[in-house]
């Protein structure tokens, strides 16, 4: 397995064990840290709000990727692939951490960093990868790849229900600030990539 695979695969594994962590616990992190609500309530009319102002927040983000798709190109240019990928899973993680701390109001605001870091992941990591590959092995090492996007989440789903009870007392704010946390891993990670300037491979 290439070198830059091999590290390009830790980056992804940090990067979707947060998006999971993300999608998983955003709902019950909103409805009891913005909303006030007890983890065992599941019901009645806060909690569908709040799981409406999370829809709103997930919406953002998603507008926030389309639009940021069209600037990575244009920015990797100036500066580099791994640069760009860096600077988004930087922003997505201050993005996650920020809504510990932003008022409840203020959400949409963490959404922008996730949206760059959406935006990044679909991408970056493939463009990354595809010139380290030998092309009669391409479908092959792809395939492997995407085994580091599934395998965070199997982990996450195995693991993460039972951290945020055990160690959180089901307050899953701390979980997704946790999320955030791997995210910056991931974009620290993405430093060790070595990407040539005229093609090759590490």
């Known amino acids: 397995m290439p070198v830059r695979m091999k590290r390009l695969g830790w980056v992804q594994i940090f990067s979707w064990f947060g998006l999971f962590t993300m999608w998983v616990y955003t709902t019950s992190a909103v409805a009891t840290h913005h909303f006030g609500l007890s983890p065992e309530v599941h019901s009645g009319k806060s909690y569908n709000d709040a799981g409406d102002l999370v829809g ?10 389309l639009i940021f798709a069209f600037l990575i190109t244009p920015i990797a240019r100036l500066t580099s692939r791994k640069f760009v990928h860096f600077a988004s899973l930087i922003l997505g993680g201050l993005g996650l951490l920020s809504m510990y701390v932003l008022p409840q109001e203020w959400l949409v605001l963490s959404m922008i960093g996730v949206g760059i870091a959406w935006a990044s992941i679909l991408t970056v990591p493939y463009a990354l990868l595809v ?14 790849f995407n085994f580091f996007i599934v395998l965070p989440q199997i982990v996450n789903a195995l693991i993460g229900g039972w951290i945020v009870h055990d160690f959180f007392a089901d307050y899953a704010i701390y979980y997704v600030a946790f999320g955030g946390l791997t995210f910056l891993i991931a974009g620290l990670l993405t430093l060790r990539i070595k990407e040539p300037l005229f093609g090759g491979s590490d």
């Open 56 to 65: 709103v927040l997930f919406g953002t983000y998603n507008f926030v990727a």
């Open 131 to 144: 010139d380290a590959l030998p092309a009669e092995k391409m479908g092959i090492y792809m395939g492997i």
